[in-house]
């Protein structure tokens, strides 16, 4: 590869983001050879919350920014990625979440003009993904997923709403008014662009995302 891969994953949250990056890196590794060190799947909310949480000067101009429970800003978040994007060895990049507002998409461009890219979205319904998650819960004494709503742990830990789950309604709002249309802009703008029902399964997202993208794999 003379170039690399950077492969940006947008969807809603809770839309299972995270399972197509892992069927992404399974199908690299057992189908095209790729190594754990080749891969680098990078959340960009873990990346922010990093900066916040060990103070570096780039975290507290976010933390200052973000006080009322805001979006970071579009160019501190380009600024930090661009770093990042530079600094990673690896030959696949996945980036989840990103980008997920217009004033990102307009960024992206720049940010992936010197690698190969491609993004994959996953158009799940609003009222499939709360539906997925009512019963949702996970144990509060050992953080075991739990299918029910009811009932206690194995371990015998009461079940309890995730974090995210309770303020999915309001994150759900916000993707509606603020990746919905950046996701129209970056396929509008005629970038490599691959759209998937909300109902398609990770392994056949990997398989067919990865044939058609066979040419910057090697
Ligand atoms: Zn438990």
Sequence with gaps: MDKKFVISL???????????????IKRLKEYYGFTDADIT????????????????????????????????????VNEMLSDTLEKIKSKVLILDGYPRTVGQVKEFDKLVVKYNSAVIFRDTPVDLILERVKNRRICEKCGMAHEAS???????????????????????????????PAVIELKNEG??????EGTAEGEDIAREFLKANEKYLK
Aim: aromatic share 6%; glycine share 12%.
């Design 10 to 24: 947008i969807g809603a949250p809770a839309s299972g983001k995270g399972y197509i990056a892992s069927s992404l």
């Design 191 to 196: 970038n490599n662009f691959f759209w998937y």
């Design 41 to 76: 799947s990078i959340s960009v909310g873990a990346m922010i919350r990093q900066e916040i949480k060990e103070k570096t000067p780039l975290g507290v101009k976010l933390a200052a920014n973000m006080k009322e429970g805001g979006l970071a800003p579009d160019s501190m």
């Design 150 to 180: 009811d009932g206690v742990c194995s371990c015998g830990g009461r079940l309890i709403k995730r974090k995210d789950d309770e303020v999915l309604p309001e994150r759900l709002a916000e993707y509606e008014e603020m990746t919905k």
